[in-house]
């Protein structure tokens, strides 16, 4: 019997779970630890609360979650309730899945003003994780300005154009729908330092900008290529243009009927955010590209804001004595191989980048190599203690580890909680979550 720890049940976690028991069969035993008392990370607390079709692969998850060889161990934190090497002593292979929870700096003056954040923080606090449940953005002013030209930036826009009535069915929690409800904000720039034809954006998701009730997307014609340039892109990316160019062409009287506009502005690299407490404005400098890459040209202007999410991508956090490539903000990796019997998957290994379903293929490539590991004798005899020796280890140390079992009626109070025609309403506090699952 081998005994397999994956540290994260997200995605990434969860693919694994499921690529190991296929790999091994009966032989493993694995324990799917989450610093949070609930699992699924991203698709709880990551994808919007308005794609609900999307989280529906939660159901998959659960499906290898009830399965008799795989354990869920909620509440515990690798770092604060036991260390790397401690798990490393009592697993056989450890698989660090634990994504790219942190924003990424923008690293510009002003970066700490008022009513400023990143999208790991924003899109948490819509989201109910408990991390950043009690952010409490300022939403009384005219103008947000989100950073990015990626699917998040696209979220957070939507998120922020939506009508209370357009969150019927989705399980945003019930703080921001409030706050969203009294919202004043009535402009939102995107903004993007490269191109329409470097966008980031998917067209299913940017395609639902042109589906609001009251707000319209606004791309100004001038800033778009000349159409016989979409031919070499990439069909996806030409379908994200198509939708640019249908925005662009939506004529002024119809978008007028729309309250709150959706602004796309290109070529803008954000050099300052301006402001005395709280942020006023954007100091943005006008690029070019260069091989791709965007320069300045030196021509600043400012831009209103009374908000700013930073959509602009996320680091994993750092594990003490994990080799760690600072420059990718993810675990230094060969192919997921980070040490004998320690890998990594998902974000972690690769970075913020790809598909809930991009994880799938990676799960079943690091599931390959523990296999391999095994097999050519890198992880040794089969001699370690597992999971007995984590609950003796546990119990020692007085940690509440909450099982499957006890998400299952964390869940069922969140349905019983629900608003009507929700599918859920979260907690957003570990405590009550915990009490919940008691
Ligand atoms: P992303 O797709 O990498 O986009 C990041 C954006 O931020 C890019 O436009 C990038 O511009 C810009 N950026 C980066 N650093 C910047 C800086 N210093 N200043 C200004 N702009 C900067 O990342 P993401 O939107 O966070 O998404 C992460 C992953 O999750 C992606 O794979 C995404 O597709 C996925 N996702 C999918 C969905 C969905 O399918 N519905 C929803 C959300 C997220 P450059 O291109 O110039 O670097």
Redesign the pocket.
Same mark, same amino acid.
């Given at each position: 019997m081998r005994h397999l720890a994956i540290i994260g049940s997200g995605p990434a976690g969860y693919y694994t779970a499921e690529a190991a028991q296929k790999a091994f069969g009966d032989d493993i035993a694995i324990d799917v630890f989450d610093r949070l008392p609930v699992p699924y990370g991203l698709i709880r607390s $990551? +994808? @919007?609360p308005d794609?609900q079709s999307?989280k529906a692969v939660s159901r998959r998850y659960e499906k290898v979650a009830l399965s008799d060889n795989v354990r869920f161990v909620g509440n515990v934190s690798i770092g604060r309730d036991l260390s790397i090497d401690e798990l490393r002593e009592l697993y056989d292979a450890v698989v660090l899945a634990t994504g790219a929870p942190h924003d *990424?700096p923008?690293?510009i003056p002003g970066e700490s003003l008022g009513n400023v954040f990143g /999208?790991a923080a924003f899109v948490g606090w819509y989201n109910g994780h408990p991390q950043f449940a009690g952010l409490d953005p300022d939403l009384s002013g005219k103008t947000a300005v989100v950073?990015? !030209?990626?699917? +998040?930036?696209?979220?957070v826009a939507r998120i922020l154009a939506k009508t209370p009535a357009e969150f019927a069915g989705s399980d945003i929690v019930a703080h921001a729908l409030a706050a969203l409800a009294r919202s004043s904000i009535e402009r939102i720039v995107l903004? $993007? *330092?490269?191109g329409p034809h470097?966008? !980031?954006m998917?067209p299913k998701?940017l395609g639902e900008l042109g589906h609001l009730t009251a707000a319209s997307p606004y791309v100004t014609a001038a800033d778009l290529p000349p159409p016989d340039e979409d031919a070499i892109l990439e069909p996806g990316v030409r379908k994200s243009v198509a939708h640019l160019r249908a925005f662009a062409a939506t004529p002024e009287d119809i978008r007028a009927e729309k309250a709150k506009e959706i602004e796309f502005v290109f070529m803008s690299?954000?050099k300052a955010l301006i402001g005395k407490d709280k942020v006023e404005a954007v100091e943005i400098e006008r690029t070019f590209l260069n091989h791709g890459r @965007?320069e300045g040209t030196g021509e600043l202007r400012r831009i209103p804001a009374d908000l700013v999410v930073a959509?602009? $991508?996320?680091r994993t956090s750092p594990i003490e004595g994990v080799p760690f490539d600072e420059r990718a903000g993810r675990f230094a990796n060969d192919a997921g191989r980070i040490l004998p019997g320690l890998y990594c998957v998902g974000w972690a290994r690769r970075g913020? /980048? $790809?598909?809930i379903g991009t994880n799938r293929p990676d799960g079943y490539a690091v599931a390959e190599q523990i296999a391999d590991d095994v097999s050519t004798g890198v992880l040794g005899a089969a001699r370690k203690k597992g999971r007995p020796g984590f609950d003796a280890l546990a119990a020692e140390r007085g940690l509440e580890v909450v099982k499957f079992s006890d998400w299952k009626k964390i869940e069922e109070a969140e349905e019983q909680a629900a608003r009507e025609g929700a599918p859920r309403e979260k907690f957003v506090d570990v405590e009550a979550m915990i009490r919940a699952g008691r």
């Open positions: $990551g +994808v @919007a794609h999307i *990424r923008l690293d /999208s950073i990015g !030209m990626g699917n +998040v930036a696209l979220d903004l $993007g *330092r490269r470097q966008i !980031m998917t998701e690299n954000p @965007a959509c602009i $991508g996320y913020p /980048s $790809g598909t």
